[in-house]
């Protein structure tokens, strides 16, 4: 899809510089180029769907006749786990391989976080939102947090904003790792799954060094973060970066000049900037239409102004731009960690306000006073003026926000999260409608979806 081809869109609303519009590399190769243009081979099955009469529908299927000619079937995949990425349940109507309709049909995780998390304090509140999108916590954390800290009209150290920042670009790496992983998995790249898994593997053993855990860390919190940043992490996050990007080096040889994964992926699941707007649909699926859209330029929170990075789009809008756009803003985030490296303040690492932060660890042995009031913070937390806001981040998924609104105790009598995967999955629909089956497996890997945010 060429720029020209975009709805009109206000100018003011896209960021201002920055964004860098990817090649298309699907025709280097005369020979990948060939295989494109054929898409079947001889000895193989017809790929490409072929008009037939009424009387012609004489699908064998599963050992019997398809039904009598203009009739349809429909049939699910899912809600087992693999290929569907969690428990998600997709209701197909089949025109033999083809795919008339198909709608997701959600609520099987049935978690209900929102109403969980009005009955627990803010302080308690962290602790139940990274659970949300279990492949990105920390961005959870981080918009929970903002939105409880704009009600309190309470600002972050800068040590603790730069931190919140590398540590939610190490969380964007891990998550596009697990995307690659698996979306590799999905279409028969077995090798990738163990290539994705190993650079992972990596992420999350130096945020289990920084926060104490490889997942679900509750380590942003209102007022800052958990712990300050231990001995050797300079050291840590850059070895990690090198050898994160050396390993998405070896994924793009491995892939994006592959004749089957071009076969599988190019000109597949298409959606139009259009068709994405109109859904509400955001983060890596909305920039592969040619729409540069990210929170992190368009309205930038934390340090995101300080620092430089592009916003990775493309033009195509399908399944190969949805995988190149996450491969490449692999790199741009460990760009910003590098940045963060550098340039960390000193410093506070979370605020001093007594009334949302306990004293330290080593007074509540010396003082009673120290000791009483850490027990009724974590006991019955610390209240927060009546009012109510909106705060939303760029996850690795797109816009996630959270709508909170205070009464003036110490839980919020409403949370409500805008998860970008509940919007996502609505693109399905757009984007199987004429596919085969096989396809359908290439399109929800590309969409990305994590059933803990949807079934919130």
Not at 67 to 75: F, H, L, Y
Not at 147 to 156: P, Q
Not at 231 to 248: F, I, K, M, T, Y
């Amino acid at each position: 899809m060429s720029d020209d081809t975009r709805p009109p869109v206000e100018d003011d609303l896209l960021p201002e510089g920055g964004a860098r519009r990817l090649d298309d590399p699907r025709v280097v190769d005369p020979e990948v180029e060939a295989v494109l243009e054929r898409r079947t081979d001889e000895g193989a099955q017809e790929m490409v769907p072929v008009a037939r009469t009424a009387t012609e529908r004489e699908i064998v299927l599963t050992g019997g006749p398809w039904p009598d000619a203009g009739e349809t079937m429909i049939v699910n995949m899912g809600p087992q786990h693999p290929s569907t990425h969690g428990v998600l349940r997709i209701m197909m109507e089949l025109d033999g391989e083809l795919i008339v309709r198909s709608r997701p049909v959600i609520g099987y995780l049935h978690t209900g976080m929102e109403k969980t998390g009005e009955e627990l304090t803010y302080v308690q509140g962290a602790t139940n939102v990274t659970r949300m999108d279990y492949a990105s916590p920390l961005t959870n954390e981080l918009v929970y947090s903002m939105a409880v800290e704009r009600l309190l009209d309470l600002d972050v150290p800068p040590r603790a904003t730069w931190i919140r920042m590398m540590m939610c670009e190490l969380g964007r790496m891990g998550s596009h790792l697990l995307f690659q992983a698996t979306n590799g998995m999905d279409l028969g790249a077995v090798s990738m799954m163990l290539y994705g898994w190993r650079e992972r593997e990596e992420v999350l053993r130096v945020l289990e060094e920084i926060t104490g855990l490889r997942m679900n860390h509750n380590y942003i919190r209102p007022g800052g973060v958990a712990a300050d940043l231990p001995d050797g992490w300079q050291e840590s996050v850059l070895d990690l970066c090198d050898l994160v990007e050396e390993g998405v080096g070896d994924y793009d040889r491995l892939l994006t000049g592959n004749p089957i994964w071009l076969e599988r992926t190019v000109g597949v699941g298409v959606i139009t900037t259009e068709e994405a707007l109109a859904l509400g649909i955001t983060g890596p699926i909305l920039r592969s239409t040619g729409f540069p859209w990210d929170l992190r330029k368009a309205q930038p929170y934390l340090a995101y102004d300080e620092v430089d990075f592009d916003v990775i789009y493309t033009g195509n809008g399908d399944v190969f731009d949805r995988y190149r756009i996450r491969l490449f803003e692999i790199l741009e985030s460990a760009r910003i960690v590098r940045q963060c490296v550098e340039r960390m303040p000193a410093g506070d690492y979370r605020t001093q306000d007594p009334k949302v932060t306990p004293p330290p660890r080593a007074r509540i042995d010396e003082s009673m006073e120290a000791l009483i009031h850490h027990f009724k913070l974590f006991t019955e937390g610390f209240k927060v003026p009546a009012g109510e806001t909106y705060v939303a981040a760029e996850s690795p998924r797109g816009e996630i926000g959270c709508y909170l609104v205070s009464d003036g105790s110490s839980r919020p009598c409403r949370m409500h999260i805008r998860g970008p995967s509940f919007y996502n999955l609505q693109s399905m629909g757009t984007m199987v409608r004429g596919s085969m089956v096989a396809d359908a497996v290439a399109i929800v890997s590309s969409i990305d979806p994590i059933m803990g945010e949807v079934d919130r």
